[in-house]
């Protein structure tokens, strides 16, 4: 409601005081207004009240909602439970309709523009972070790898010939399991490794093509974000090689939207070569609850061809995370968690030097990874006599509230739906040092790094004791 | 919190009111004992408040709510907007582990526990329904339709050579898609038509299987919960067939879970016969916002195959929805709403035969459908000289608060994903009078019924009447 | 917000799908409209999400919640809390201004349309409650008796020769603390004894006001709603006494508007005769939480006076409270929860006499009290040598969670602020025999009304037994 | 609840998972025990979902919130709507019972509790505000004005021969109300005026003492915080001389809580001479919304002569807020909150010293009073030929959303309650020069004084021109 068409009377309240009430109404007025018809992201966040209130409004065009409603369909958007109605602003309908994510629901005009206006708003923040080019995206209400199945799907309906994905390496298991989800053929790509850094090995990819033959190829699979010491993927290149091969070029962009380079290298990539979609997490991006990707595409018309793919229409409690969470930082707000993350990556990568020359290790250069670093653990290593029982690292640190570090041994191996993985969790087959890693990823305080180093010293030191405790005893 | 190891000094409040008070919470008490013990669905619905509570003690024990964390990785579930995280009760790390949708997550045991309790009050709810002897299910928040794709991807991979999925026809776009998302081949089996009404043709199944050959067969694909005059598919039959061909058997019973026939017919088509998965819709049966689907087996080891099927982590927030639900219905408040679905339903039977009767039309007998009516339009039709503009009636409806209903016209074929489907909508080739269909699905109210069909008569009468003078005028 | 004069494009949503959903915000917003122009009760309580609309609109009015807002002042309504701010709506301002509570608030708009509007309905309530004479009506936020002593501060300023407040004994603390609270003279009119049943002496009334002097008394002060066996005032009578000798009249009607009869006879004490203010709990009536009361008169001037006799402003939080609650139930609402309660006082007292009738006891009659009812407990009392072991019955009946009963014993004496109560509970100086009262008010329900018979009965028993074998013993 | 006793199963969630969850609620589970059992303010705030945890705890103590409650009495805090409830968070028997605002209720442990604590918690943040010696205080859901009317009316049980309250003016309505309400004799005390600064006139307060005879003397009244250019009184003083005619010394202390150079007044005035009450107000300052205020004592056993003489049980609703906001900021988050006051008071202070520099008028020296500030306008008023167009200054201030600011200006007179006040708004009755009052209250920002100066520079400006253009036109 407002009150424009409504006569108060003076009995209520006097007209001055009235007149100033309704005039502070106005920004509100203009922000709703600019909000649904220019479909930009609001240059400063929102207060809840705001927030909420449009949510409200929006959630009332749904049928569900109606006063006079008669439903007698076998779906229609009941909710029993008044918390969880409370907790969906009495949103019912989700997403999309029988068989595309992207259509509107004659039941649910406002989910229906919840979800549009959501991608783009997505699309106006993507496009001011270094991706000008973009031309769509859209929320998919699962986690990345599902959406890369789904691409990798909709991929398949184009080329029904093809099977094979090549894949540059990187160890995590959705990655991989992504590709056989969608029934399909992985063909490992393994990095390039130099000085213990890896990147993408151009040349092996350009064999594969030719060996397997491009039309066998469903396309190419690269990853921007991932663990030092591996880097981010060499997009430009492979999206050249895309092109030549007149092959489809996927990305999996997990956390790269938060990572300016990144996102000027998938701008480039398209500029230069070839990139039909890339995807990333919403949670890991955008700081919202586990649960949804974006897909992005430089050409609208691709992604249609993705909504469409989805069987059956989609949960909207992701769009309404994510609705909620670009209204409430505003353009400028994302801007400044950006810029604190890049200041305390280097706070972190400065302290992580200074704390591997103080114990005779090494931050491993990985030039192209602005989130994540590694550091070797060899002094620990040899005091164990190269066990296994480094791994200790790990617990100790996460018993003490530290969470997210990775401790990488040599010699754990794997095998993911029947593909063998050496070195899992390294990337590459011949490790011959164990490392940590630590990231800086958006969202994280100084406060946190700050107390990282203390606890991690405190654990190092702990162990090294031990360790060399347990060799004496030997 | 509780109060049972402090000492509330008498200042505070004298020791017989206390007392009093302290006495009042034992039940609540036993009660969140029992749940987390016994993972039994309770008999009553609990108040809001104790939801609420259990809720939030249960989200504590996630790693991103500890007060000392330390967040070191790439996802560490911050939540940046205030009001995503309250209505996600603080909620963030989603549920699975990457690649595996029933795995526990180290960082999250309260995700986890809130998962696997929400996956056994289901499956208590369950057996509880006439399915004694299913031995496991879990919620996976997607659709009915990627859910079942999920399945079938999870059948490849046991059997990788078999590509075909044998599928008794209905006409609703995500049923189908579900096979050709995962990039298999369907075999539209057709029905049965006998006085208007369909069932499923067991010895088309028999000849497609022995045509194309047991071993190309992935599985046998039928529907239970269909718009009538559509019936259940005969799965005992199919069920049976598939035990002598030794052919997994999966069955879309999106809305069947709150129709007591259909679960007494899977129960003893797994006696009789083999029924590997049967998939239902959360938000159908159990009345929470639309997102998910509950996979179901009667042999738990085919259960994992499904989960780890999944790429990456998933949204927990339709296990929360569900989870509230059921605490805030408990037992008693399910069935009573079942039992007043039934009701509800002879109820709009015995309406529309008698609207029938005075229209001069027919409630098409689909004896083996127990939640969908449908209702020929001849008069109607043969009014407008059997032309389209029948389909106005749906439009009329749909403008006056109708929803759910839908009117199904000869003549408007479809193709998708390649397939043609003659008569989209009737689930077969050659409709011969048009019929609406209405359904009473649980949350139905007797008021609603009585509200269809005043507005149906008034839609009825003033369609004739324009229709009449149309004919007139020409 | 609402979306009138804002051009949603196509590509949000359809515009078809688009006009259905504005379609159906027209009876919300004629809801809105017609409250604050009519400013009347609505015929049908309105769903939550409505009222909380409404709400945060108005409080969106007050100037601590314009987005420009700069505050130089010492009272800035700034919430330090969010949790508090949520509670309530953001309103901080409070309601009246430095010393008239119903003035309007230069920095708050919507609190003084919330406050006025909230008193609007009420006497919307309360004229359609059978009281059509009555002219004005405020919710003041402090309790009964507090507010009662403010109508007495007013009445001096009218009157500062005045002393004496008449008061007809019912031993209430609060009711005669008022007097005491505002220094003034409290003479104490007891009741005439009846068969035990208690009523007004008029005749003791007339001649303290003779005695005294006209000119010395402030105001006679009756009590309409009380425990039994008193009766409610003889108001119409008193009201006859006001008139004749210039007086004005005090009524005390704490939770009388919830009864029709009492609502009769004060619209009528007020035809024949002279009532100035009567006082009502809102959380008796309206079932709130504790802490407000509503003044009322047939005389709006009167109001005025009381308003400005509060220094200060103060808390908007009970109108807040009576705001929504009164939107939630609707006239209707309201209306058939008084129905229910005749309808469970009827019950309670039929049980009641059977329950007498089983155990010798008797239900005192006592015509002119419509809510609570007083049996004797005199079998009980002689099993104990009518000693005051009787008072056990009050402790168990409590502890099985009975709350509101009442067991008044012979000798129990008590002085409040220096003036004697002899057999205070019973209202009189004499009692003879104990007796317990209970009462149906607003909100009671048929099963507390079972379960509380079966709890009385057992503990009856109990009591009777253990009374027995300490007599034995003896 | 909390999880202590529950054998949670390993199939729920790993038990090393389990364990760390558990041990990550000691700290919270720690905090609860120490709150209740010491009593004392944390040191640091608590998050949100800590406070509600235990709000809702204790809430479920009180009767109406009983699972078996059966309730048969006029009151028992039945909550007919629900959203009225939940913003209570199911608190429904307010504070207090019938005559006694510190008693304890036998139907609400909870509330009684809430109420103890909180006062509890306000003595302890009071006691390491500058006041170690203050012995008790509460609080009263009534503001400022009506509960010192209610100390007065406390006083007046102990002195009922006296009627005079003296009093030391100060132009604001409700301070004088207070006395008026309680229907005693206020007599005025002006102040002294020095370089149009105004304190205390301790002679005249002597003189009036031995005039009337301190028998017929309620008590002296004085008041701290005020509006600049009246100094905060010189409690000092005026309790050495009540202690030397031994008179009770009641202090207004509104907003003084606030300003550490108050609180060590009070302390010095109770050792060197007699205080006994100061009130403050809840709002002004802990930032809860209007409507409490807080009766503090150097002696305990005068607060139950107050707590006795309300008439009822009262709102527990400003308990609620009281409480959860001290829990929200904790010791440090107060403190620091009065400390950016003092360096915003500062800053205030320069900005406006330097604006009258520019402008050609004085920031008036009040050098006891720390929170507000007088700039005189001595050269508008000359623009306008003193004439009183000059109050258009505050006109266009508030237009502007400028709130709290003050234009007095010479010759406004007024009475209140028969009393005449010459130059109402100054505190005095021969006002030369008008000016105006600004404010640096808690919760103030640097933001706020910023964006005022350029208003109110603009406005200056706008004034000026049109003033002298005006008077060119005259």
């Known amino acids: 409601m407002n009150f ?11 007209e001055n005081y009235w007149r100033l009430g309704l005039a502070a109404q106005r920004p509100k007025k203009r922000g709703f207004k ?6 930009k992201l609001p240059l400063n966040g929102w207060p809840d009240e705001h927030i909420e209130e449009l949510v409200h409004q929006i959630a009332s065009l749904d049928s569900n909602n109606f006063p006079h409603k008669v439903g007698l369909g076998e779906r ?3 909710i029993a439970c008044r918390l969880v109605s409370r907790r969906h602003y009495n949103f019912g309908h989700g997403i999309g309709r029988s068989g595309d994510l992207m259509e509107a629901q004659p039941k649910a005009a406002g989910s229906t523009l919840l979800a549009h206006l959501t991608n783009a708003l997505i699309l106006d923040l993507m496009q001011g972070l270094g991706l000008p080019s973009c031309r769509g995206c859209f929320l998919v209400p699962m986690c990345t790898g599902m959406t890369i199945t789904l691409c990798l799907q909709s991929l398949r309906k184009q080329r029904p010939l093809a099977k094979y994905v090549l894949w540059s390496r990187i160890d995590q298991k959705s990655c991989f399991k992504a590709i056989t989800a969608a029934g399909l053929e992985p063909v490992i790509v393994p990095c390039l490794v130099q000085h213990q850094a890896l990147s993408t090995d151009l040349n092996a990819f350009e064999q594969q093509v030719e060996a397997l033959g491009a039309e066998t190829i469903l396309c190419l699979y690269t990853t921007t974000s991932c663990f030092a010491p591996r880097n981010s993927d060499n997009i430009v290149d492979i999206a050249q090689l895309a092109k030549r091969f007149d092959l489809p070029h996927l990305v999996n ?16 990539a398209q500029r230069l070569g070839r990139v ?18 974006i897909v992005a595409s430089f050409d609208q018309s691709l ?9 059956g229409r989609a949960s909207g409690s992701q769009t309404l995370d994510v609705f909620m969470t670009l209204l409430s930082l505003g ?12 200041d305390n990556f280097n706070y972190l990568k400065e302290q992580l030097m200074e704390f591997a020359q103080r114990h005779g290790e090494l931050v491993i250069e990985s030039r192209d990874n602005f989130i994540s670093l590694a550091i070797t653990l060899g002094t620990l290593w040899a005091a164990t006599g190269q066990g296994s029982s480094i791994t200790q690292l790990g617990a100790m640190l996460h018993m003490r509230g530290v969470s997210g570090v990775r401790v990488v041994v040599p010699g754990q191996s794997k095998t993911i739906d029947g593909h063998a993985f050496p070195d899992f969790g390294s990337h590459q087959t011949n490790l011959e040092l164990p490392y940590l890693t630590v990231a800086a990823a958006i969202g994280i305080t100084r406060e946190e790094i700050d107390k990282f180093f203390k606890i991690f010293n405190k654990c190092w030191t702990k162990l090294s004791q031990s360790l060399s405790e347990n060799k004496t005893k030997q």
Chains 1, 2, 3, 4 share one sequence.
């Open 34 to 39: 600019e909000l649904l018809e220019k479909r």
């Open 253 to 268: 962009n997990a956390y790269g939207l938060q990572i300016g380079e990144i996102s000027r290298q998938l701008e480039r």
């Open 303 to 311: 992604l249609y061809l993705v909504g469409s793919s989805y069987a």
């Open 4 to 14: 424009d068409n409504i006569n108060v009377p003076q009995k209520l309240v006097p």
């Open 276 to 293: 039909d979609y890339f995807v990333q997490s919403s949670d890991k991006n955008l700081l919202v609850p586990v649960g949804g990707a």
């Open 76 to 78: 229609e958007a009941r």
């Open 331 to 342: 353009r400028s707000g994302y801007h400044s968690m950006l810029q604190k993350r890049v």
